[in-house]
């Protein structure tokens, strides 16, 4: 049957079953529409499937430039959030620096750049086991410093010498 052959292209080009057939029967209304035009008959096969291969393209393209619709509107960032964003950015990057370069390596790679704890060890060439326990002792040593860099804030009063905004949030 014919209608089984070409559903079963729509099928080759869409995953969903639901939407094959929709492209099918858009494919078929298309098609009537043209039908007077199409001089050779015995072609309407493959008249029909290049109109699904056509359709299936403009739903894509039209899919992807769709936009999606929320229940509140994203808040814009404002001056101060910049401020802050760009002092916690800066307090990230000078704890960093009390890191081995290795343990460095691995805190950017899982959290930052959120590779898996096995592409990470590919990545480094080491074994998951080292990545885990590398990962385990920096992030120990971050927490250490920072908590060491908020009692100093709290004790002196005043945030440590490039740390005021973050440590003033955080307070």
């Known amino acids: 049957m014919r209608q089984d052959a070409l559903l079963r292209s729509a099928r ?3 995953p969903d079953p639901v939407d094959a057939q929709d492209l099918l029967q858009t494919a078929l209304i298309r098609t009537l529409g ?15 499937r290049r109109v699904m291969i056509n359709t299936r393209t403009e739903w894509w393209r039209a899919r992807r430039l769709q936009e ?3 229940d509140a509107l994203p808040e814009v960032a404002s001056e101060e959030d910049r ?15 009390v890191l081995a370069p290795k343990q460095r390596s691995v805190v950017v790679l899982r959290h930052w750049e959120q590779m898996s704890t096995e ?35 709290h ?16 307070a």
């Open 12 to 14: 080759r080009l869409v």
């Open 34 to 48: 043209n039908w007077d035009g199409i001089t050779d008959k015995s072609l309407a096969d493959a008249y029909l």
């Open 155 to 170: 004790h002196v009063g005043e945030p440590a010498a490039g740390h005021g905004v973050v440590a003033a949030r955080a």
């Open 119 to 153: 592409e990470t060890a590919e990545a480094l060439g080491m074994s998951t086991g080292t990545v885990k326990s590398t990962l385990h002792r920096a992030l120990a040593r971050l927490r250490t410093e920072l908590e060491s860099r908020e009692r100093e804030w």
């Open 83 to 97: 401020f802050g964003q760009h002092a916690d950015r800066a307090l990230l990057m000078d704890v960093l620096s």
């Open 68 to 70: 999606v619709p929320t």
